[in-house]
């Protein structure tokens, strides 16, 4: 269990664990390129380690030592059918990449996951791939894991999508680099284009149109240096951390703001909160800067549409936010999040509740009324990495001490969550 005391504030200068989304496909990327691949900055938490044993299981050489990673690529046709199920833990990345990726491999692979994966959606990436000619089965049609993947012999397809989702189009994408002619995804709004970028990093030529987004196939990967940035879903907890509690300011390095991840930062901002972009660059085609974020007073706003997909990890934590907001927070729009690794709508409201919040749930959203006075709670994670966290951030602006059972769960994104809180936390 975690257990969390209120603080006086927040100060100092931090690093976040490195982008899950973008470790997750240098790994893939460099296992499918011509040559070796290099990650700095690795996220070593429990999603990421299961994308590196997947491809260990189909004789790709992974060397990891903490946040460092070494991947010694075989080429797209290197790959070897694996001789036992692929376990992709607890990430849905994991297993809809690499359904992508499956898709186009002439052998049989079959692919499971823990208990929440077996709940959450997989037709929505299995659909497209059918129609490129993939042979895949599953439980309800394939609706749900175990998938049983025999590929080969795609053609390329032009996708509307009916949802922005970056693992939609990204595992879209992966078969169509192997696929005949061309392969296009247009989405509803724009996703996360960690995959269209970092492909580009590798040498492939990625197209993009507005809201659709092409590739040819036949092309190759080239393995290359990578320095994954940290991840600013990660550094969400932290500007929460701060926004939470009064005379509170940090300085957080080395955060990738890719402008399709920053809703946070434009919702803080639009709730009247001060984050300073410092130090901007590009490493591997990724926008990083250094975020500077100070105390202020929020007030409560309308958070919906097309700003959804660039913020849907934040929600949780935003919702916490809300609580200390003058005024109503609506999140509406946000459906996706019932089919995340929990119901979080439904477990957000419940555990936010516990501290004393008035949280109403809604068949796509929340709305929070503030601004609240929290108290301590035990609360329960439901084994979801960002409830624990957020409720964790709550827990330090609340009166009295805030348990959270089935802490472990934050390992899966943030390793060494609550050491850094500790560091950070003036008492």
Not at 126 to 136: D, E, F, H, S, V
Not at 186 to 208: I, N, Y
Not at 264 to 274: E, S
């Amino acid at each position: 269990m975690l257990r969390v005391q209120p603080v006086k504030r927040i100060e100092g200068t931090v690093r976040v664990p490195g982008d899950k989304s973008i470790s997750h496909r240098a790994v893939m990327f460099g296992a499918l390129a011509e040559g070796t691949t290099t990650i700095e900055g690795f996220l070593p938490g429990a999603d990421c380690l299961s994308t590196i044993d997947c491809f260990r299981r189909m004789g790709v050489k992974i060397e990891q030592a903490g946040d460092r990673v070494t991947v010694y690529g075989k080429g797209w046709y290197g790959l070897e059918e694996p001789s036992q199920h692929l376990d992709v833990g607890n990430s849905g990345t994991t297993i809809r990449l690499m359904a992508g990726i499956l898709a186009t491999q002439p052998f049989h692979a079959v692919m499971e996951g823990d208990e929440s994966i077996a709940k959450r959606p997989m037709r929505r990436v299995i659909g497209p791939l059918r129609q490129m000619g993939a042979k895949i089965d599953g439980r309800k049609d394939g609706e749900y894991t175990p998938l049983s993947i025999r590929g080969g012999g795609l053609q390329g397809i032009s996708y509307q999508s009916p949802v922005a989702s970056a693992q939609v189009k990204s595992a879209i994408l992966l078969a169509g680099l192997q696929a005949k002619g061309v392969t296009s995804v247009t989405e509803p709004q724009l996703s996360r284009d960690h995959t269209e970028r970092m492909l580009q990093a590798f040498g492939v030529k990625v197209v993009r149109d507005g809201l659709t987004v092409s590739v040819e196939g036949g092309q190759t990967l080239t393995g290359r240096a990578i320095r994954v940035p940290g991840d600013i879903s990660s550094a969400a907890f932290l500007i929460a951390a701060v926004m939470m509690v009064p005379g509170s300011s940090l300085l957080i390095e080395n955060v990738g703001v890719n402008p399709s991840r920053t809703g946070i930062i434009d919702v803080v901002r639009a709730m009247g909160g001060r984050i300073e972009l410092q130090n901007e660059r590009i490493v591997n085609e990724e926008p990083v800067a250094d975020l500077l974020v100070t105390h202020s007073e929020l007030r409560g706003i309308e958070i919906g549409g097309e700003i959804i997909p660039r913020l849907i990890d934040e929600i949780p934590v935003i919702a916490v936010m809300a609580t200390r907001a003058n005024g109503r927070t609506v999140i509406r729009d946000a459906e996706e999040l019932r089919v995340k690794e929990t119901d979080r709508i439904a477990t957000v409201a419940s555990q936010l509740s516990k501290f004393g919040a008035s949280v109403t749930p809604t068949p796509d959203g929340l709305i929070v009324e503030g601004a609240t006075q929290l108290t301590g709670a035990a609360i329960d994670s439901m084994g979801d990495h960002r409830i624990g966290m957020a409720m964790a951030i709550a827990g330090l602006a609340a009166e009295g001490e805030t348990v959270i059972a089935n802490d472990a769960a934050i390992n899966v994104s943030f390793p060494g969550f609550a050491d850094l809180l500790a560091r950070i936390s003036i008492r």
